[in-house]
């Protein structure tokens, strides 16, 4: 139902502007208000028969309205404003992308405003945390002369405890599957500000940190066992800050208390900036952003992956995909599947019915990497404690979609989510615009870019509106897209060689692992070329020489893939990682690229399997 505020702003548009001085809104009562006036019209004036007409009710479980609502809509005074602005990274990296004039905007937003004293306050405080982070990230700079640790508060000195320095080179980057009876990251048991007390890192969890939270801890992330040392200002030796720089406020009860640099800096206190002093790292990528909640978490924690790890790429894919919001409908339909695989397992295993429902109850969506990040966030926290915990949801879209290259259609139809395609669609939209935005260039590889590609060009080729969408805000001073290309149309897949053979590459991987699996009916539905006897005739050769077929992340790796392309075709072969290292068998297939073009997808026929 509408508010009085609602109702009065879309009743003002009625009319002409600067034509009409009169505008008229007509208000269509409910279907059954209606019906039962017909009714009473058809009855006339004969009141036996105005008592005899049967009224009908609003239908059941519907919100229904009277005149007595239109009325009071209309003669109601508007309900007051209530503001939800709110401080985050991408407000500030926004004022703070302009050289001139950052302070002044800064004290617009925080205190040149229409917000209650209090508001005002935690506005400010609240900027004071974000700007913090995003300097001990060093995704902003100092570039007045002064240097990192003049700004940062006390309580986030670079001191490190000894204990929690870990050699990098013992992460494991890549866990493998996920397992599905990983607990919710969405605990219960939170505080009563919406915080789980137990997030920090205390004596008894110090010890659980796993492999990113270690390093994270090195990093400094995590809070300092020694006093911190006062803040120095270059070439003052131990001079503590100067009160211009510093100085003090009064606290409702008249208490004062200490002000840091960058609360005078955001309050307009000491000295006066025209121009800078912070700048966003020269490192950064055009366009980069921090737009979801824990964008800064997933920045601190690539950094501690190890970019020469199997896996490393998809472990970046994990990373962001745990900061996007959830696609319910998405993974109801993994936990679905999930659970059912899990039932089929515990039958085989011979479990009764009771302790397999129970056993279900911990089965979920897959949730790579949930247990690395759950304890990498109590490290990050330390410095952050404003940080919701909440809001890190481990999940597996995107990364299932590239390991078992599935295209967009196939992904909805495996999933049975025809009814939810949009929440897809936008959810992956998200993912890409992530991937472009908040992963910076320090720690991108060729793999990771090419992932990053292949859904690009995924979603494009999809719908090519809502990227066309996003390129606009991101690039107002481009010319402005006009034509909204339809899923197929406009747009062939060999206009981006690159994304195509990212398609390619995971297509071709996948007959990989169908045919490590023995799924030889699977194998032969993918394409037009070897029947199913073919494919398990020679795979029974392969396995009477080799015995098993490798898909771990080196059978997956570049080196045992290749491709040559010609105008009309592309020649494809996929060596298959065989344990003795011989790397003699292998799937060769081609790609018709003017029918692919045409089709909207891969149209891959695979001409043999056997030794080379």
């Not at 209606?34 to 009710?57: F, I, T």
């Not at 229409?114 to 508001?119: F, L, P, S």
């Not at 960058?262 to 366009?287: I, N």
């Not at 996003?470 to 001073?477: D, M, Q």
């Amino acid at each position: 139902m509408l508010r009085a505020r609602e109702f009065h702003q879309i009743a003002g548009r009625a009319g002409r502007a600067g034509f009409d001085t009169v505008g008229h809104v007509v208000v269509q009562a409910p279907e059954h208000v209606v019906e039962n006036a017909r009714a009473v019209a058809k009855a006339g004036d004969d009141p036996r028969k105005r008592r005899k007409v049967v009224r009908r009710k609003p239908p059941d479980g519907t919100l229904s309205y009277t005149e007595a609502t239109y009325e009071r809509l209309v003669t109601g005074e508007p309900e007051p404003l209530t503001s939800k602005m709110r401080v985050d990274h991408a407000m500030l990296l926004n004022v703070l992308d302009q050289w001139e004039g950052q302070q002044a905007a800064l004290f617009t937003l925080l205190l040149d405003n229409h917000e209650e004293e209090t508001r005002r306050e935690a506005l400010v405080e609240r900027a004071v945390q974000v700007l913090g982070s995003l300097l001990r990230a060093r995704v902003v700079e100092p570039d007045d002369g002064s240097s990192l640790e003049d700004w940062l508060p006390d309580d986030q000195s670079d001191v490190v405890p000894a204990s929690a320095t870990v050699d990098p080179a013992s992460m494991t980057a890549d866990p493998g599957p996920a397992d599905p009876g990983l607990a919710d990251p969405h605990p219960a048991d939170h505080g009563p500000d919406g915080l789980n007390p137990d997030d920090g890192m205390n004596g008894e969890d110090s010890d659980d940190l796993g492999p990113i939270g270690r390093l994270l801890a090195a990093a400094g992330h995590a809070a300092a066992i020694a006093p911190a040392p006062p803040l120095r200002l270059p070439g003052d030796g131990d001079t503590p800050r100067p009160a211009a720089e510093t100085g003090s406020l009064t606290d409702d009860v008249g208490r004062a208390r200490a002000v840091g640099r960058l609360e005078a800096f955001l309050r307009g206190d000491g000295r006066r900036y025209a121009e800078g002093p912070f700048q966003v790292a020269l490192d950064l990528h055009d366009g980069f952003a921090l737009n979801q909640p824990l964008s800064a978490f997933a920045l601190a924690t690539l950094e501690m992956l190890d970019p020469e790890a199997p896996g490393y790429a998809l472990d970046v894919v994990s990373v962001i995909e745990a900061t996007l919001d959830d696609p319910r409908p998405v993974l109801m339909a993994q936990r679905f599947e999930a659970r059912g695989e899990a039932v089929g397992a515990m039958k085989a295993d011979g479990l009764d019915y009771d302790d397999r429902m129970d056993a279900l109850e911990d089965v979920t969506w897959p949730m790579p990497l949930a247990e690395e990040l759950e304890a990498a966030l109590r490290v990050y926290r330390q410095r952050h404690p404003w940080v919701d915990p909440r809001d890190l949801s481990p999940k597996s879209v995107v990364r299932e979609m590239y390991e078992r290259a599935m295209t967009f259609g196939e992904f909805v139809a495996h999933h049975k989510l025809a009814r939810a395609e949009g929440v897809v669609l936008r959810y992956l939209t998200d993912a890409y615009r992530a991937l472009r935005s908040t992963v910076p260039t320090s720690v991108r590889t060729e793999e990771l870019d090419d992932i990053v590609e292949w859904l690009g060009e995924l979603v494009r080729h999809t719908d090519s509106s809502l990227l066309d969408e996003w390129e606009a805000l991101a690039n107002p001073t481009d010319e402005p897209v006009t034509e909204v290309r339809a899923a197929s149309e406009g747009r062939a897949l060999s206009v981006n060689p690159r994304a195509l053979g990212v398609m390619v590459r995971q297509s071709m991987f996948r007959r990989v692992e169908l045919l490590s699996l023995g799924r030889y009916a699977a194998l032969a539905a993918l394409d037009g070329g070897l029947t199913e006897e073919q494919w398990q005739a020679a795979a029974a050769a392969y396995l009477a020489e080799y015995g098993t077929v490798g898909t771990g992340p080196d059978a997956r790796g570049p080196a045992f893939f290749g491709m040559v392309q010609e105008a009309d075709r592309w020649i494809v072969t996929q060596i298959l990682d065989d344990p003795d290292g011989d790397r003699d068998w292998r799937i060769t297939a081609e790609l018709d690229v003017p029918a692919t073009d045409e089709a909207g997808e891969l149209v891959l026929v695979v001409t043999g399997l056997g030794p080379a």
